[in-house]
């Protein structure tokens, strides 16, 4: 089955500057790549997402990049604010396996003001 | 749009006795739903996977006969805990995604705190 590894664990930043978290996936079926946002006690938010068929997509502070060939997409916040601080869930899902997603074990930001 | 909702939000149940948890899609209609499990400070580990009409598949390492997955509708989906031990206590959570966006994203449910003692 699919195996997501995401890279940190943390990630303590000061407001203002960028924070990039990574993740790599085993399927080379997986073909939609979606990141989780979860604030404490709080249900996990869709906050980008990537289709295979595209190497990187933007939506203001926010991007993700995709390398198919190496199996890795990451996710690019920049002009850190302190309402970014969360936990943030990579995830990858294919068709093959009926749209599962296999989450990343996700990573605590920090942005300190 | 695209709203979950889960029922109860906690549940404290003694060892032993079962725990039924809703997952409903508000305003828009799911053929699937996932059920996840999370551990405190840990990522959300996909449990099994709910077809409207159809029986469950769960994922390698959940007992089928322990988590039972019930998806009557295209909006309800109902997980029941059977027999439940203090081990069985997690944040159970679920996800839905929209008929026709199979593949796409998945919308989340606010999860269900359990408690067995």
């Known amino acids: 089955g699919e195996n997501v590894e995401q890279h940190p664990s943390t990630l303590s930043v000061q407001e203002g500057d960028s924070a990039v978290i990574k993740c790599t996936y085993s399927d080379s079926a997986s073909n939609y790549f979606p990141w989780y946002k979860q604030e404490l006690g709080k249900r996990p938010q869709l906050i980008i997402d990537i289709r295979s068929n595209v190497g990187e997509k933007k939506d203001q502070r926010i991007a993700v990049t995709l390398n198919k060939t190496a199996k890795h997409f990451s996710l690019h916040i920049t002009e850190t604010q302190p309402e970014d601080s969360a936990v943030y869930f990579c995830a990858a899902s294919s068709r093959n396996t009926g749209n599962q997603f296999y989450f990343g074990t996700g990573t605590s930001l920090t942005v300190i003001p | 749009g695209a709203v979950v909702s889960q029922h109860p939000s906690r549940v404290i149940c003694k060892s032993g006795t079962s725990v039924k948890i809703e997952c409903r899609s508000l305003?828009?209609?799911?053929?699937?739903m996932f059920w996840y499990r999370q551990f405190p400070k840990k990522s959300l580990m996909l449990m099994a996977t709910?077809?409207?009409?159809?029986?469950?598949?769960?994922e390698q390492g959940v007992e089928k006969d322990k988590f039972l997955i019930n998806h009557a509708s295209l909006t309800l989906s109902t997980l029941t805990v059977t027999s439940a031990h203090p081990e069985d206590s997690s944040f159970y959570i679920c996800s839905a995604t929209p008929h026709g966006r199979e593949g796409r994203e998945q919308y989340f449910g606010p999860g269900t705190r359990l408690t067995v003692t």
């Open positions: 305003d828009f209609q799911a053929t699937t």
């Open positions: 709910s077809n409207e009409g159809s029986k469950a598949t769960y």
